[in-house]
């Protein structure tokens, strides 16, 4: 395996060297679709320290003229049936209930709300004004690929994410070690007390945090765990895609599965699913236990919330 100073002295601004080796990718103790875990190869490479914040976006977006998904209106053509007031611009912001409700429907958190996009990420009224270092959210697939693209990068793919987010520790439930507080720490921004209507802030945070708020894992790289979900190249699948039968053959930078195998067949629109990693500052141990590396999660391509982001890669 590489070390992690191999490729360092080259890492361009901003961005630290993950080196290469063999991880055991998945779980088969936690959802199903983590299953089967199994042995990945991946090359080193250069990841972005932290997602990509406010004022990076602000930048990309003032040097390109790019308008993000949330800011245009759905074509009605590409949604047959849909309701005429969902047919506005805007995105999902996570809005807490008053009261305790049932966790079988995300429907009572979640709620498209008109104009909401990454400079206004709650909708009309929001605004990110002294947020420059907050992760961006309210961008789409597309929005994530056109600033990497912009910036001479990509989009990580699932596998790099995940052994990145392993910091090299092999087996660990979690990205720091086998407790989720150590020492009464908080070690990622997630979400504490009765989800989705208390959170105690006991991290310190309701909604996203600074980049870098929290400790920085063993390869230098901050928020790969909680803060905001964040987009990766692979389409997603109920279950990874491979042959754990064929100890010779340790898949070597897998790109995941075909997009025909991401749309969900109960979906009356048949919209493709990547892989979304890392978990958010709404992850629970009350509902979702996916603030592990090992986790993931299916998004929409035209999808945009309010605890979505992304950050990129560099290959050598």
């Known amino acids: 395996?590489?070390?992690?100073?191999?490729?360092?002295?080259?890492?361009?601004?901003?961005?630290?060297?993950?080196?290469?080796?063999?991880f055991r990718m998945g779980s088969d103790e936690h959802y199903p679709e983590e299953a089967p875990a199994h042995d990945v190869t991946v090359d080193g490479f250069w990841l972005d320290a932290t997602p990509v914040t406010n004022a990076q976006f602000r930048a990309f977006v003032e040097a390109t003229g790019h308008v993000t998904w949330a800011e245009i209106p759905p074509d009605p053509k590409d949604y047959p049936g849909a309701i005429p007031r969902m047919l506005k611009a805007g995105g999902l912001v996570f809005t807490p209930p008053k009261h305790a409700v049932p966790l079988d429907d995300f429907t009572q958190w979640w709620r498209f709300t008109p104009?909401?996009?990454?400079?206004?990420?709650?909708?009309?009224?929001?605004?990110?004004?002294?947020?420059?270092?907050?992760?961006?959210v309210q961008v789409g697939y597309r929005d994530a690929e056109a600033y990497a693209a912009w910036a001479g990068k990509s989009l990580p793919t699932e596998a790099e994410f995940e052994f990145a987010a392993r910091g090299g520790l092999e087996g660990a439930e979690f990205a720091w070690g086998d407790e989720l507080t150590p020492g009464g720490k908080h070690m990622a921004n997630t979400f504490q007390g009765d989800f989705p209507h208390a959170n105690s802030l006991a991290d310190g945070w309701a909604r996203t945090s600074p980049v870098g708020a929290f400790p920085a894992n063993p390869y230098g790289a901050h928020d790969l765990i909680g803060n905001v979900w964040e987009w990766t190249t692979d389409w997603y699948a109920d279950k990874h895609d491979v042959d754990t039968g064929k100890a010779c053959c340790v898949p070597r930078n897998p790109r995941g599965v075909a997009m025909e195998a991401s749309f969900d067949p109960r979906d009356a629109v048949r919209v493709a699913r990547k892989v979304l990693k890392g978990g958010s500052h709404?992850?629970?141990?009350?509902?979702?236990?996916r603030y592990r590396p090992a986790a993931w999660h299916a998004e929409q391509i035209d999808t945009t919330t309010s605890h979505v982001g992304f950050r990129c890669v560099r290959r050598p």
């Open 282 to 289: 709404l992850c629970t141990p009350q509902y979702c236990r």
């Open 115 to 136: 104009g909401a996009n990454w400079r206004r990420p709650l909708g009309k009224g929001s605004h990110i004004g002294g947020k420059d270092d907050h992760p961006v």
């Open 1 to 22: 395996m590489e070390t992690a100073k191999s490729g360092a002295r080259d890492a361009p601004p901003g961005m630290v060297w993950i080196p290469g080796g063999t």
